[in-house]
Nanobody, 114 residues
Framework: VQLQASGGGLVQAGGSLRLSCAAS????????MGWYRQAPGKQRELVAG???????HYADSVKGRFTISRDNATKTTYLQMNGLKPEDTAVYYC?????????WGQGTLVTVSS
């Protein structure tokens, strides 16, 4: 299973970005898709996750600003990020859980200027 993330970039504080992550390979369904981020000097943290049935989880720091969604037919997950803050600056990684296996995509850099 390969995960291809895209959509990062440079944005001013208060702006918006939309990240996408498409899964490919021999996979019938993906149990959980999600996004993590890692800021310089910090540990990787979970940002948001979504199950096949649509159950959602958000980190407290992004609730009300970020929205995760997924398209099961195309095995794609999206992260709509609104009201971006400088502290959201990080490398964002998509992740997937299939059964007992976890998969990571390559990171995409999000930089929020003040």
């Amino acid at each position: 299973v390969q995960l291809q993330a895209s959509g990062g970039g440079l944005v001013q504080a208060g702006g918006s970005l939309r990240l996408s992550c498409a899964a490919s390979g021999s996979v019938f369904s993906i149990d959980v898709m999600g996004w993590y981020r890692q800021a310089p000097g910090k540990q990787r943290e979970l940002v948001a996750g979504i199950t096949t049935s649509g159950d959602l989880h958000y980190a407290d720091s992004v609730k009300g600003r970020f929205t995760i969604s997924r398209d099961n037919a195309t095995k794609t997950t999206y992260l709509q990020m609104n009201g971006l803050k400088p502290e959201d600056t990080a490398v964002y990684y998509c992740a997937a859980v299939i059964g007992n296996s976890g998969y990571w995509g390559q990171g995409t850099l999000v930089t929020v200027s003040s």
